[in-house]
């Protein structure tokens, strides 16, 4: 069984004051329900967890009825950071649950292959992440204000979601993060703690997060196509 964790607690607040990111209507659905639509048309994925704020289940459970998603889902409260919320929606899965993709509702343009290709290496070689190889020349800067280091953009790629695994791999090694009382910044930096390799899956399409007012012209072009 693959089961999908779509996390969906986040308050998004470089979006502006007061506003939920996740509810704004894009290409005539709330990005949410985009997210959602593709996990829910994906034919490995069997049922879907949508980690939410809580308090917000009753207008979640709304999009999944206006939406007609045919997929069982459930509404699980998140927590306080993304690494607690991803603990929630891995806890207490079906017990002949296999694998877990992890994707974050914010990136409404990800692809039913996509989704696939992931669930694939993921069942061969334990964890794998949605991708994309830097096409930009990368610096470093060690004081924010001039270039300490030249980075080769050969070896750089920009990690997206999904982020998918077999169960026993995320859950040892988010149990690790949590022991060590450690923040990641994505759940497969959570791996390097206990050994465990993730293979790149390489995006071709753009799957870009909706984080600021700047995003949603270009997400309404992607989405309308």
Same mark, same amino acid.
Request: net charge negative.
């Given at each position: ?12 607040? @470089? ?48 999009? #999944? ?18 690494? $607690? ?27 039913? $292959?996509?989704?696939? =290709?992931?669930?694939?290496?993921? =069942? ?9 190889? /830097? ?16 980075? $080769?953009?050969? @070896? ?9 695994? @077999? ?6 090694? /988010? ?10 910044? *994505? *759940? ?21 997060? #909706? ?15």
């Amino acid at each position: 069984m693959t089961t999908a964790v779509m996390v969906a607690a986040g308050r998004g607040t @470089r979006m502006g004051p007061n506003i939920d990111k996740l509810f704004l209507e894009v290409a005539g659905m709330p990005i949410v329900a985009h997210s959602w639509r593709r996990l829910d048309q994906a034919p490995s994925v069997d049922a879907i967890r949508v980690v939410v704020r809580d308090g917000m289940q009753a207008e979640f459970a709304k999009i #999944a009825a206006e939406e007609g998603f045919r997929k069982p889902f459930e509404l699980i409260a998140g927590g306080k950071e993304r690494q $607690d919320s991803v603990w929630n929606g891995l806890s207490g899965l079906a017990a002949d649950t296999e694998i877990v993709l992890i994707h974050d509702a914010a990136r409404p343009c990800v692809s039913v $292959d996509l989704i696939e =290709r992931t669930i694939v290496e993921a =069942r061969r070689h334990g964890a794998a992440v949605a991708a994309q190889r /830097m096409t930009d020349t990368i610096k470093a800067s060690d004081d924010g204000c001039t270039i300490s280091e030249h980075l $080769d953009r050969a @070896r750089l790629w920009s990690v997206q979601t999904p982020q998918t695994f @077999r169960l026993e791999v995320i859950m040892a090694a /988010m149990k690790a993060v949590r022991e060590r009382g450690l923040a990641v910044t *994505d *759940d497969t930096a959570a791996c390097a703690l206990i050994g465990q390799s993730v293979r790149l899956v390489d995006s071709p399409m753009p799957n870009p997060k #909706a984080t600021s007012p700047s995003d949603l012209p270009y997400l309404e072009v992607l989405l309308g196509e």
